[in-house]
Structures are given as C-alpha cells and as structure tokens.
C-alpha cells in the first residue's frame, strides 16, 4: 500500500519558527551578557592597574615628604639635624590659585568645586631620585634640580656640601582635552635657580583627588631621639580647610608652619575612570561610591573606581 506524503501545516510552520526565534534570541542574549562580563572584565583590570599605580606614585613621594640628610646631633638634643627642617607638606582642598607660585605663597582656591591639591618638600639625592645623565637628583618629572638651597646645618654637615637639592612637587588632577589626569609640576634647574615647571599629566583617568591629614598636637620639623605624644601621636584627621582654620600651638613662630608641621600621615583617595566606554550600559548605568563614601551612577558609560591609601611621614617620627 503507497503512503501519500504530507507537508507542515501552517500552524506547525508556526510553532517551529517561534521555537527557532526564542531559541535564536536566548543565544544572543548570552553572547551579548558574555561579551559585555568580558569587556568589562577587561576593563576593570585596565583600570585596577592605573589605580594602583597612581596611588604607587603618590605614595613615594609623600614617604620622602620632609627627608634630609640627617646628622648625628649634638648631646641632649632631642632632635636629629639635616640639611631640611621645614613644612614637609601642604594641601588645598579646591586646589591651588597657582601651583607655581613659591612654597610659601601657595593659596587655595575657596570657591567652586574641585580635586584637592598636595605640595611635597624633601631633599632631592641621587639616590632618592633617579639623578640625570649629569648626576643631578630630579622632581617628580624626572628633569634635574640643581642644589642651591643653603644647608640649615651649622656647620655644614660633611660629606654632603653646604647646599643643598631641595624638591618642591605638586600633585593635582588636570582636565586636557582627552583624559583627565593626575599631573605634576615641579622645581627643576633653570640658569643658577630652580624654577616651578609647567605641569606634566603622570597618569591619565584620575577624575579626582581627596585628601585628609593625620595630625599630632604640636608641630615637629625633624625626626625626634624619643617619643612624645604632643608631636608623634595622631589625634584625629582633617582636610587642608581644617588645617588652615587651626590656632597656633605657639610652638613655630609662623603660624603655617606651626599649623602644616603637625601633619604626621596622609590620606588619598582617587576616583579612577576606566579607559574605555564600555558597550550596552544597562539600564540605570553602573554603580560606584565616590572619594566621600556617596553613592554615585555612571551613566556615560565609563566604568568608576576609588583607591585609597594612607601614607606616614616617617620623616617626622622618632629615630629607631
């Protein structure tokens, strides 16, 4: 007996075609979830990477905030001379009116909004920096600064002549064209004086910087021989703004000096932006918590991160 063949119905055709579009459908949306978790996988390692290197960077100069070459002191003194006794560091909480005025002119911006700025002093040696091809110590950009800051040691100390190299670094974040970026602006060598540079971009996607201050009671501009807790104790943490408003210990005749020798640690937060967009942002952006712990929506599609570190100024503790 022959069997008539017979075709798909319509409503067969149907149901097959709307199996074969749900199907098709669930293969794209995982294709689409995976490519996007890979994306942003890659990204977020992009990213964690030039966190922790800016916060590398920022952590290195601000150990050496406050260095000079120490000299044994003299019998009973309480503290261990060198070369540099002055203000290791000082902030501004909106940045600075001019980051290339002199250390000791620098004003803070009292209006407006803004990443926080930080100034840095040490003494610059060939073997704290990496020195020039004509052996001189660098900033914070790597161009050569020339020693002639006259040593506050008497008599000068030996072997290390009567000058001096002193570094004077400025961190802050920038907004050029393309990337925001944590920069720098340094003194370098120019003719017989050692001017503020222009600034130089160090790491790109830092869209800002926060910064507070572990400060003691009372000031210290040197390393100590022994402890005390009015200048080697932390007793609380405050913005630069803070740090302004403080009265005066009376222990420094300048009452700057009095207020920014307290600072005994540094605190920084930077809030990193991926270096991509990523693709497909999900309905509502991503979610991050910016440098005051507030919750924050990127909806532009760059993916946001804080790094945080706190930094001692082991130059203004106690000799071990």
Known sequence: MHRVGRGFTLLELLIAMTLGLVILAASLAVYTSSSRGSQISQVETQMNEDGVLALNIIQEQIKQAGYAK???????STVVMGNYAGVAVRGCDLGFVDAGAAFDSLAC??????????????????????????????????????????????PAPTPAPATYALADNRYMVT????????????????????????????????????????????????????????????????TATQIDSLATSGTLPNARDDRWGR??????????????????????????????????????????????????????????
């Open 175 to 238: 907004t050029p064209t393309t990337y925001p970026s944590l920069s720098c602006r340094g003194n370098e060598a120019s003719g017989a004086s050692n001017a503020i540079a222009t600034s130089q971009p160090l790491i790109a996607n830092v869209e800002d910087m926060q910064i507070t201050y572990g400060v003691a009671t009372k000031p210290t501009q040197e390393l100590g021989n022994a402890y005390d807790a009015n200048f080697h104790q932390i007793i609380s943490y405050l």
């Open 263 to 320: 600072v005994l640690s540094v605190r920084v937060c930077l809030l990193m932006r991926s270096n991509q967009v990523v693709r497909d942002v999900p309905t509502g952006g991503f979610n991050y918590k910016d440098c005051s712990n507030v919750d924050g929506t990127s909806t532009d599609g760059y993916l946001r991160r804080t790094y945080t570190t706190t930094v001692l100024l082991r130059n203004r503790m106690v000799t071990q």
């Open 70 to 76: 120490q000299i044994i002191p003299a019998a009973g």
């Open 109 to 154: 911006n009292t209006t407006g909004t803004g990443s926080d700025a930080i100034a840095v002093r040490y003494e610059a040696t060939t073997n704290n920096t990496v020195p020039t091809s004509a052996g001189l110590p660098t900033n914070c950009i790597g161009n050569g600064i020339n020693a002639i800051n006259t040593s506050q040691v008497s």
